[in-house]
């Protein structure tokens, strides 16, 4: 079947010309999977019915995720967690299967379809890896990745995504607050903004290539946004290491707004005093803001925001969910906005 591939801001995904994600996604066992996995009793009975190997029950059951909600595939290491306290971390959504959080990514690095990362990403090299924390700090940080992991305690974070393109996602991530890690490089007094920069190494990452967007792919916060404490620096998912599609090794998690800010595969976070210009808002500033907190009455340019399509819900004919107000998050969030016209700070 042809797949014209395509960045959004010449297409939509929903608009027929591209294809839609039920059509990419490979489904059927993965579901019934999913139906079984519940809890230690379901990694039990998956080996019972020779869909898990003993080797992947034995792992979950050595290694459930902290809600106990989230079984390990058992296909990539495990990252131990606790499950977080922090208000909002506990979305009660049913969560989206592992095998679409896996195969339906956005990842322009490794390609425009759906289905290109998890494909692709295999050459990204997680490992060796350097971040570095910089700019108006007084303690600048370069980290590797075994600092980062043993920096603060990995908690298990259930959050909606939300992504500008109108579908979502459940996913239970693996990570401690940024704040953790901007904390330990002390912003200076004129630190009012942070810039994160994602690697663009055309070796490991053949969409960079392209120059369907500007590379490196950059995102911003505000100070404030940056150490809330839903703000999240996540190093895994289902309860093992992120697969590289995901954003391997570490990638930015911020549930209240659209996908594009939770920028994956960072090298390094640097606090500045003015905002800086994040790669869809130079792509295409008519349609994309600073700020853009999911807000279900500020519609794209190009299609409404008043509605989602839940990845992993039954597909592309199952009725629409509402889109929540900061996706959900506003009890935890509304505040940072008090006093802003929403509408204009898209
Ligand atoms: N480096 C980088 N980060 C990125 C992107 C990207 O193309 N490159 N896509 C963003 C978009 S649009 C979304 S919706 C989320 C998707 O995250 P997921 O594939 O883990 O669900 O990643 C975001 N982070
Ligand atoms: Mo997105």
Known sequence: MAFIRTSRHLLHPDSGFTLPEHEVTPRGVYEDRRSL?????????????????????????????????APRPGKLAALPATRSTVPGAQAIDKLTPYSDVTTYNNFYEFGTGKSDPAVNAHTLKPRPWTLVVDGEVNKPQRLGLDDLLKLAPMEERIYRLRCVEGWSMVIPWVGYSLANLIKRAEPTGNAKYVEFVTLADAKQMPGVRSSVLDWPYVEGLRLDEAMHPLTLMAFGLYGEVLPNQNGAPLRLV?????????????????????????????????EYGYFSNVNPKVDHPRWSQATERRIGDGGFFTPKKPTLMFNGYEAQVGQLYAGMDLRKFF
Do not use: M
């Open 37 to 69: 996995l519940k809890g230690l009793a379901g990694a039990a009975s998956l080996a019972a019915t020779g869909l898990l190997s003993h080797g992947e029950a034995h792992a979950q059951a050595n290694n459930p995720s902290p809600s106990g909600l």
């Open 254 to 286: 911020v549930p209240w707004k659209y996908g594009f800010k939770s920028a994956k595969s960072i090298v390094r976070i640097r606090l500045i005093d003015k905002p800086n210009t994040p790669s869809w808002v130079k792509a295409a500033p008519q």
